[in-house]
C-alpha cells in the first residue's frame, strides 16, 4: 500500500510567505504540470478566489479549460502560446502572445463573440531563454498592429523567462532582465499602460527583489521546493507506505539484486511496495553537452552514493536501502530499529516528478482529510 499526502495548510503558509516576501508584487500561483503533481484541480478549488493570488497560470491549453470546466472562477493565465482562439475565448481564458499573426487571430474571435470590453492577453517577450516569444526587434511592429486592435484587445501584461535564475551564470539573468526593461520602456512610451509586468519564478523571486516587477509566479516555493531560500517553506506532499514484510539474513549473505556485499552481520530487513516502476530513482537532468558535463554528473552521482541521505524515513530516521533497486519492492535494512513493525508507516522523500501513477490522494486541511482521488 502506498498513498500521497497533500497538505493544503502548508500550501496556505509557503502561499504567506511568498506574500511577504515579495509584497507589494501581486501572485500568480502557477498550477502546470498537474499542480507539480499535487493534484491541479483540488489546489485550484484551495486557491480559487484567494485574497493573495491574483491569477492561476496554467501551462496547457487543455488544463485551463478543465478549471474552467471544473468551476474555477478566478483569472487564468496560459502561460504557453499554443492554444485555439475559439476555446480560449469561450472560456475567458487570458492568452499569451507571441507573435502578430496569433494577436490578428485572436482579435478575430474576441469580434466573433462579441465580448463587451478589451479581452485581456499577455505578450511574452524572449530575452534569451530561445524558446518561445516574441523577438525584441519585432515589438515595434507588435505594438503597431496592437494600436489598431486596441479597442477590442487589451495588453494587460507582459513577461518572459529566465533561463538560469541566480545561478553561477546569473550574468545572463540580468541580460535578460536589461532587455525585459528596455520592452517596458517602449511600450509604456507609446502610452499603453501594463498591468503586470513579471519576470521572475520562485527561486529568482526569493533571492533578488529586483526582478519582481508587478507580479511574481510562484510555482516551487509555493509547493514547498523554493532551494536555498532562507525563508522557512514546508512541503505540501508527502509520498508514504507501509512496511509488508520483515525478516532476518543471516550474516555473510548477499541481499536482493545484484549480489551485494555481504554483511558481516545479521541485518533486519523491511519489505516496502514501492520500487523504480513508481519513479523510485528517476533524475531530472540535461543529456551531457560536453566533458565538463559528463565530469559534472559523474561527480553527482559519486556525491548522492557518498553522501546524499536515504530517501526513506521512518518518523525522523532514515533507512537505508539494500542491495539493488527493484521494480516493485525495496528491501530496507531496520536492524537498528526492533520498535519497527510490519504495517510500520515509511515515508519517502522524492522528486514531485517521480511519484506513483495509481496511488491514493489524501487532501489534509485543519489536519482532517477533505479530499481522496486517484493519482
Known amino acids: 500500500m502506498q498513498w500521497v499526502e497533500v497538505n493544503l495548510d502548508h500550501l496556505e503558509h509557503n502561499l504567506e510567505v511568498m506574500h511577504r516576501t515579495c509584497k507589494p508584487a501581486s501572485i500568480f500561483a502557477v498550477i502546470k504540470g498537474n499542480a507539480y503533481n499535487h493534484g491541479m484541480i483540488p489546489v485550484a478549488r484551495m486557491l480559487d478566489g484567494h485574497h493573495l493570488v491574483t491569477h492561476l497560470a496554467a501551462g496547457r491549453e487543455e488544463d485551463a479549460v478543465l478549471l474552467r470546466k471544473e468551476g474555477i472562477t478566478s483569472p487564468i493565465l496560459l502561460l504557453s502560446p499554443y492554444f485555439d482562439e475559439n476555446k480560449i475565448v469561450a472560456n475567458t481564458i487570458t492568452p499569451t502572445i507571441t507573435s502578430v499573426n496569433d494577436l490578428h487571430k485572436l482579435y478575430l474571435e474576441v469580434r466573433k463573440q462579441e465580448c463587451r470590453k478589451p479581452y485581456p492577453f499577455h505578450l511574452k517577450i524572449n530575452t534569451g531563454m530561445n524558446r518561445f516569444g516574441l523577438q525584441p526587434d519585432e515589438l515595434e511592429t507588435f505594438l503597431e498592429v496592437y494600436k489598431d486592435y486596441s479597442r477590442t484587445l487589451a495588453l494587460e501584461g507582459c513577461f518572459s523567462h529566465l533561463s538560469n535564475g541566480l545561478k553561477n551564470k546569473a550574468s545572463h539573468s540580468l541580460k535578460q532582465k536589461a532587455v525585459f526593461e528596455k520592452t517596458l520602456e517602449t511600450i509604456r512610451g507609446k502610452g499603453i499602460e501594463i498591468t503586470y509586468a513579471h519576470l521572475a519564478a520562485s527561486?529568482?523571486?526569493?533571492?533578488?527583489?529586483?526582478?519582481?516587477?508587478?507580479?511574481?509566479?510562484?510555482?516551487?516555493?509555493?509547493?514547498?521546493?523554493?532551494?536555498?531560500?532562507?525563508?522557512?517553506?514546508?512541503?505540501?506532499?508527502?509520498?508514504?507506505?507501509?512496511?509488508?514484510?520483515?525478516?532476518n539474513v543471516p550474516a555473510g549473505e548477499s541481499i536482493g539484486y545484484g549480489l551485494s556485499r555481504p554483511s558481516k552481520e545479521k541485518k533486519r530487513?523491511?519489505?516496502?511496495?514501492?520500487?523504480?516502476?513508481?519513479?523510485?530513482?528517476?533524475?531530472?537532468?540535461?543529456?551531457?553537452?560536453?566533458v565538463k558535463d559528463v565530469i559534472r554528473q559523474i561527480l553527482k552521482t559519486g556525491y548522492h552514493y557518498l553522501k546524499a541521505?536515504?530517501?526513506?524515513?521512518?518518523?525522523?530516521?532514515?533507512?537505508r536501502p539494500l542491495g539493488k533497486q527493484g521494480m516493485e519492492f525495496t528491501l530496507l535494512d531496520i536492524t537498528a530499529h526492533p520498535d519497527i513493525t510490519i504495517g510500520s508507516e515509511v515515508r519517502i522523500n522524492s522528486s514531485l516528478f517521480a511519484l506513483p501513477s495509481q496511488a491514493e490522494v489524501v487532501y489534509v486541511r485543519d489536519r482532517k482529510q477533505v479530499h481522496a482521488s486517484n493519482y
Not at 525563508?231 to 506532499?237: P, R
Open 203 to 247: 527561486h529568482v523571486a526569493l533571492g533578488d527583489s529586483r526582478f519582481h516587477f508587478d507580479a511574481v509566479r510562484t510555482g516551487n516555493a509555493l509547493y514547498g521546493q523554493a532551494q536555498n531560500s532562507k525563508q522557512e517553506f514546508k512541503h505540501a506532499l508527502t509520498w508514504k507506505t507501509r512496511i509488508q514484510d520483515i525478516y
Open 269 to 290: 530487513v523491511a519489505v516496502i511496495p514501492v520500487g523504480t516502476v513508481d519513479g523510485l530513482g528517476l533524475v531530472r537532468q540535461a543529456p551531457p553537452e560536453s
Open 309 to 319: 541521505p536515504s530517501p526513506f524515513q521512518y518518523g525522523s530516521t532514515p533507512l
